[in-house]
C-alpha cells in the first residue's frame, strides 16, 4: 500500500513540474513574435518537414497566388532523392489517347 501512495504521490509531483515547466515557457514565449517561434521550431526540422512547412505556408496565401506549377522534377530536387521514377503518380485519362 505504501509503494502504491509513494508512487502515485510522485506520478503527481513529477506531472506538476512538467506542468510548471511548460507555464515557464509558454510565458517566455508570449511576447515574441510568432514568426520567430515558427523559425526557432524549423532549425531541427527535417527537410521534407521544411518543405512541407514551405508549400503550407505557399497555401496560406493561395488567394494571391494565379497558378503555381510544380514540377515532378522540382520536387524530386528539393527532396533530394536518387529514385526520379515517380511512385503511385496518378495519372488523368486523355482522350486523345487510345
Known amino acids: 500500500r505504501n509503494l502504491v501512495a509513494l508512487t502515485v504521490a510522485n506520478a503527481k509531483e513529477e506531472a506538476d513540474a512538467k506542468a510548471y515547466a511548460l507555464t515557464v515557457m509558454m510565458q517566455a514565449v508570449a511576447g515574441v513574435d510568432p514568426q520567430i517561434v515558427q523559425a526557432l521550431t524549423n532549425v531541427h526540422m527535417a527537410p521534407e518537414q521544411l ?11 493561395a488567394e494571391k ?10 520536387l524530386t530536387e528539393l527532396l533530394g532523392r536518387t529514385n526520379t521514377q515517380p511512385t503511385n503518380r496518378v495519372r488523368s485519362p486523355n482522350p486523345a489517347q487510345k
Do not use: T
Open 51 to 61: 518543405i512541407a512547412q514551405a508549400f503550407y505556408e505557399l497555401g496560406r496565401g
Open 65 to 74: 497566388i494565379g497558378q503555381l506549377n510544380v514540377s515532378p522534377e522540382l
